[in-house]
């Protein structure tokens, strides 16, 4: 008998198995290609209508707090830096 990838998942089965637990079958099938969304937007998105935010500004992006430091209004961009809170 070759062995497989999941062989040493066995003893989880058994342990299914003697409970009468039954686990689905895999459905994860198809491919990962990426279609053009059908929803067109209808002018284009324009970035400046966005409001900067004010420098000292504290802000949380994935579970990192930020502090704005720097406004760069010609590029419409802003600079921050790793910022520790009292949380």
């Known amino acids: 008998m070759e062995e497989t990838k999941i062989d040493h998942l066995g003893p989880i089965k ?3 198995d003697s409970v009468g637990l039954e686990m689905p079958d895999m459905v994860a099938t198809g491919d ?3 279609n053009e969304s059908s929803k067109k937007i ?3 998105f324009n970035k400046r209508s966005i409001k900067l935010p004010l420098v000292g500004s504290i ?6 707090e930020f502090k704005v430091v720097y406004i760069n209004e ?4 802003f600079t921050c830096e790793p910022y520790k ?3």
Do not use: A, I
């Open 42 to 44: 209808d002018k284009p």
């Open 32 to 34: 990962l290609s990426v």
């Open 59 to 64: 802000f949380m992006h994935n579970g990192e």
């Open 85 to 87: 809170g009292d949380y």
């Open 14 to 16: 058994k342990t299914l």
């Open 74 to 77: 010609g590029q419409h961009r």
